[in-house]
């Protein structure tokens, strides 16, 4: 009878045990809160994931993701971020800066939040002059080679004068880029021309008066501008002008040139920053990272439309986006 209550004791020790280990095991919940719908933004999202995954953490094996996307309405974004806090995600990704600030604030430093594509975190409030942050947040910022961009759009017509921006007064990222093209401008012999909107609505209206002022236009890093982007490669195409992109998927769409970086790569580094706050390190004790890795890139075909020359001297430092 003791030998029977002995076994029987050890198999309730067994049982209990077996719980608890497939409860320290249960796959952790991440939400992805992408701001709008275009592809650098799909692209962070891709890499995000890919470098989870190097980190350690793999979709549908320790980890399950639940994607969502605002489609660039601030109402929607407010609801998926208090979504994910309501449901006690173990960590949300923000994609994009209007999300970063919204799911940072909603959060509240209660789930960690680790940010991608945002321009300018200090301006966006979510790091100090140290890069460190009081909101248990972190991640990655996207800040493009303004200066890169204006030395290409220079090489490839030295006769401009005037650069068109278009950009949603709402957007923080947009501001930032607008007042440093301002800025930097003078240096390459450019003057900036500018044309806001308040929504993607508007921008049918903003962009006739815009392309007949400026000898190109330069895309910003604007979420609302970049979902309209066919509207304004009609409209410059109309007054026979380039648009510059921001980065290399608005070339292979149909932009001339861009000095961009690799969103992959960035959603990459978002991730694995992921990985480290998943396995232990709190987000307000790690700086976020200024992705630095930028390239040419350049449609020939759009250029030839143009009649745009590519100078002998650029054409080496230059990767081809047209085909990708």
Known sequence: MRKQRTILTLALILTLLALSGSASTSPLRIGIAQFAVHGSLDNVRDGFIQGLAEGGYVRDENIIIDEQNAQADMGMASAIASAFVDNRYDLICAIATPMAVVSANTADGKIPVIYAAVTSPLEAGLAEEDGLSTLNVTGTSDQPPIG?????????????????????????????????????????????????????????????????????????????????????????????????????????????????????????????????????????????????DAALYVNPQVLENLNIAIPEELRSQLLDASGR
Request: charged share 15%.
């Open 148 to 292: 890169r961009q204006l030395a290409l759009i220079r090489a490839l017509q030295p006769e401009a004068t005037k650069v068109g921006l278009l950009y949603t007064v709402g957007e923080v990222n947009s501001q930032v880029l607008a007042r440093q093209y301002r800025e930097l401008a003078p240096e390459y012999g450019f003057e900036i021309v500018e044309a806001t909107v308040s929504a993607g609505s508007e921008i049918p209206l903003a962009l006739p008066g815009l392309v007949n002022q400026a000898d190109c236009l330069s895309m910003l890093l604007d979420n609302t501008v970049v979902q309209y982007l066919d509207l304004v490669l009609d409209a410059a195409e109309e007054a026979g002008i380039p648009v510059y992109g921001s980065e290399i998927e608005q070339v292979t769409k149909g932009c001339a040139a861009a000095a961009g970086i690799d969103y992959v790569a960035l959603g990459r580094q978002t991730g694995l920053l992921a990985s480290r706050v998943l396995s232990g390190e709190s987000a307000g004790s790690i700086p976020y990272i200024q992705v630095q």
